[in-house]
């Protein structure tokens, strides 16, 4: 089977603690830790499983700049047999539809069984699948969270639905599938297999090579359009306990007994 | 001005919640536009929800076809397309249907996208700008969605106080016969329902909750210890589940359990809407997490910026110390 997996390099935030730069319109990235989004982390783990089990190939893509090589690397040093960095100027700014047509695009270059995203990025958008679904006219599967190969070029998955119950389906082939974290254990990436795959070269297609039209993608094409950023506060916020730590926990076993907690 | 159209989820005849945050939430974007409903489904069953939601929506179009008895994205996108305007603007609750359906849609609408809207900040002549979060609530934005043909908007549930101004008029409109036959490439089975686990952490009053904070497997022995010291049950976020630290069963949130502690302990846990959606009941939240920045700072009543792997010992040793007094 061959299987394309939608990558994105992100910043990580469960490492960050994410402020805004001075102007407000966007977070400081100066200092930030990226990774490799965890979701399409494993996706990657998913199609790796896959093949194993039947055979194929999987290739990592993502749509981004230089710096983004390094998660289609490591995504390599885990076991997919081919990265392809899709980068253009042209491609700034573009919004999820956007990003689905450059995806498309790429996608209609070759033949995929499958291909698959992760759920949703650090924005929380959860839509490039669906949408790149909806552009090939290939049916679609969000919150996948088990995949089985059946006979006949298709496949039954799962969906992570309300209650963490299962809905079960039937899926033909070619078909796009958003995967749920926690379907797998993705494997651990060593240094050593970083090193390995640190000369391989990553093949790129801009949007001339992939036929695509400038006045689909980018700024001038989005729809919808980011304007700032800002600091979110939902409710009244917590009152921070400045103790130090005796005197926090002897608060925390006050609090706890006065709303009935201990008895 | 484009109509706006809220998709309604149901089951067993009854609405989901989310029907009357949508309402609101088209009230804000524009509040003299009658919002239609707009519901799919099959039987007696869709009956009953389209007749219950005339009360909070002026108009509300049904769509009865047996292969939408069960809610299949594809199925439903292929219905709505039959009927709906192009210049539409479309409301669905940001959940697993919702996110099953919505890009999907929009595709097919050619119109705009935007996920996981908490609020409407203003509407111009072709535009509205909406709120949504980014970096795991970490940071807000304002975003531009051109409406000038359509819009598709999946609605964070909770985030619009649902209305309570009664709007209906309790227009029904049959648009069935415009459907036809569907057909997907995708099929339902069977739902199977999670397992019940080894703790039910929906009994407890005090809930010891950890997240990614926790950091490996065997730390998760701290807050076991500390839950047993406090009577309490130790629950999870979903990293610590998908980490398999942690059995599914103890997971609370939207895919997990809903509880309704008196006390709820949140340690190492961010804050997630997803993890928030499953704490009912307005309990008393002490959040532990050693990023000031942590989104749970913003809902918890008290806050403690600490790393929890050292804090949560000495409050498990504090509380047998007290035990161990009260014993004597």
């Known amino acids: ?142 919150l996948v969270n088990s995949i089985e190969v059946l006979e006949g070029r298709k496949l039954k998955i799962s969906r992570e639905i309300e209650g963490g119950n299962k809905e079960w389906s039937e899926i033909d082939l070619p078909c796009v599938l958003s995967i749920q974290t926690g379907i797998n254990e993705p494997r651990y990436v060593g240094m050593r297999g970083i090193r390995q795959v640190a000369s391989v070269l990553i093949p790129t297609f801009s949007a001339s090579q992939l036929g695509l039209d400038e006045n689909t993608v980018g700024l001038s094409a989005a729809k919808v359009t980011r304007l700032d950023y800002f600091i979110p506060s939902l409710g009244k916020g917590a009152e921070i306990l400045h103790g130090n730590r005796k005197e926090n926990i002897d608060k925390v076993l006050e609090l706890v007994a006065a709303k009935g907690g201990l008895k | 001005m484009a109509r706006i159209f809220a998709y309604i989820a149901h089951k067993g005849g009854i609405a989901a919640d989310s029907a009357f945050e949508l309402a609101a939430a088209a009230h804000k974007i524009n509040a003299t536009a009658s919002p239609t409903a707009i519901l799919t489904g099959w039987g007696a069953d869709l009956d009953a929800a389209c007749n219950a939601l005339g009360a909070s929506y002026p108009e509300v179009w049904k769509i009865a076809n047996e292969a939408l008895a069960y809610p299949n994205a594809e199925l439903v996108r292929k219905a709505l397309l039959k009927v709906l305007p192009s210049d539409s603007i479309v409301l669905v609750a940001h959940e697993h249907f919702g996110i099953d359906l919505a890009p999907g849609l929009s595709i097919k609408m050619n119109s705009a996208f935007v996920s996981d809207v908490l609020d409407i900040a203003g509407l111009e002549a072709a535009a509205i700008k909406v709120v949504r979060q980014e970096f795991g609530g970490q940071a807000s934005t304002h975003v531009r969605c051109d409406i000038s043909s359509g819009a598709v908007l999946t609605i964070r549930p909770g985030a619009f106080k649902a209305a309570e101004t009664s709007a209906g008029h309790g227009l029904l409109v049959d648009k069935s016969a415009e459907i036809g036959l569907l057909a997907a490439g995708r099929r339902y089975l069977e739902t199977v329902v999670a397992e019940a686990g080894d703790v039910d952490i929906t009994k407890y009053n005090v809930l010891v909750s950890i997240g990614r904070g926790i950091q490996e497997k065997d730390n998760v022995a701290i807050a076991l210890e500390l839950a047993d010291a406090m009577g309490a049950a130790v629950s999870c976020s979903r990293p610590v589940v998908d980490a398999k630290w942690m059995e599914k069963s103890r997971q609370v949130g939207s895919s997990g359990k809903t509880v309704k502690p008196k006390v709820y302990l949140a340690c190492g846990i961010s804050g997630a809407f997803q993890h928030l959606a499953g704490i009912k009941g307005s309990p008393f939240l002490i959040a532990i997490n050693k990023n000031p920045k942590a989104p749970i700072f913003q809902v918890a009543d008290v806050g403690i910026v600490d790393d929890i792997l050292e804090f949560l010992p000495e409050l498990t040793n504090k509380v047998r110390e007290l035990r161990g007094a009260a014993a004597k």
């Open chain 1, 1 to 142: 089977m061959e299987i394309l997996v939608c990558v994105r390099r992100v910043p990580d935030t469960s490492e960050n603690e994410i402020e805004l730069n001075s102007a407000g319109n966007d977070i400081e990235r100066d200092e930030l830790v990226y990774s490799i989004n965890e979701a399409d982390n494993y996706a990657v783990e998913e199609a790796l499983q896959i093949v194993a089990k039947i055979g194929g190939n999987v290739t990592v893509v993502t749509v981004g700049g230089e710096d983004d090589e390094e998660v289609l690397r490591r995504e390599m040093a885990m076991g997919a047999h081919h990265g392809v960095l899709i980068t253009d100027e042209a491609f700034s700014g573009s919004d999820g539809r956007g990003i689905a047509t450059i995806l498309k695009a790429f996608v209609q270059q070759d033949h995929y069984d499958l291909i698959l995203t992760g759920v949703q990025a650090e924005d929380g958008g959860a839509q490039i699948g669906g949408m790149l679904a909806a552009l090939l006219d290939y049916p679609f599967a969000s």
